[in-house]
């Protein structure tokens, strides 16, 4: 199990591009969660998807983010405009769909974006 | 709204020395807490998670209720605990399971 995929690894934008942050969540699991961190921050929550539906965007900035997790493919998060605050590691989980473990989280490696 | 308070950010000791990371949070439900471990250049990894009660690495953590806190606790540290560490708590009861992070402790651990 290759565990949770994240690419790229490193994204360099000019200010007023778009970003697209890929997560594919491991094997097994359809849960799948995007958290942000700033420097000398913790990671914050963003949003919480499963196959095709938004759980809880309780933390997504109301503008220019999106995020979706379709039915094939990987979960993607979607920054429109960017802005050099935006520049930040960003983090996918994933968990299994069942029982017990839905709390224990799988972290990919992190996309580093930086805004220019 | 809930809270997770890392009030160390750096925490030094000497290898064989005892370590205790502290941790306490602020949530008016019943609390799911984990630790969660992140080496130099690898992703983020949990350590331990309360409601296993098990001992990771010779670290333990016990949640205590009354002082809202989750420290976690090693009697000898080695080189090897080298590390950030993030307390975090899960919002189960909401339905989302989203996790609120602490800012982290970096221990050093000198030889």
């Known amino acids: 199990n290759a565990g949770v995929m994240q690419n790229p690894r490193h994204l360099v934008r000019r200010r007023g591009q778009e970003a697209r942050l890929r997560c594919s969540p491991m094997k097994g699991h359809s849960h799948v969660y995007w958290y942000r961190q700033l420097p000398e921050e913790g990671l914050k929550f963003m949003v919480y998807?499963?196959?095709?539906?938004?759980?809880?965007e309780s933390g997504m900035p109301k503008e220019r983010f999106s995020a979706e997790f379709p039915k094939e493919g990987p979960s993607i998060l979607r920054i429109q405009q960017v802005v050099r605050g935006d520049s930040a590691a960003y983090f996918c989980a994933s968990s299994p769909s069942t029982g017990g473990a839905k709390n224990i989280q799988y972290f990919g490696a992190g996309t580093r974006l930086s805004v220019l | 709204a809930q809270r997770v308070t890392q009030p160390e950010k750096l925490l030094s000791v000497f290898k064989g020395a005892p370590v205790e990371l502290k941790c306490n949070y602020s949530y008016s439900g019943s609390p799911e807490l984990f630790w969660y471990v992140q080496y130099s250049r690898q992703r983020l990894q949990l350590l331990l998670r309360h409601i296993s009660r098990e001992s990771i690495k010779g670290f333990t953590a016990d949640l205590n209720k009354g002082e809202t806190s989750f420290h976690l606790k090693k009697p000898f540290a080695q080189e090897e605990d080298s590390a950030m560490y993030y307390c975090a708590l899960s919002n189960s009861g909401a339905g989302s399971y989203q996790l609120t992070f602490g800012k982290g402790t970096k221990l050093s651990v000198i030889p």
């Open positions: 998807l499963q196959k095709e539906n938004i759980i809880d």
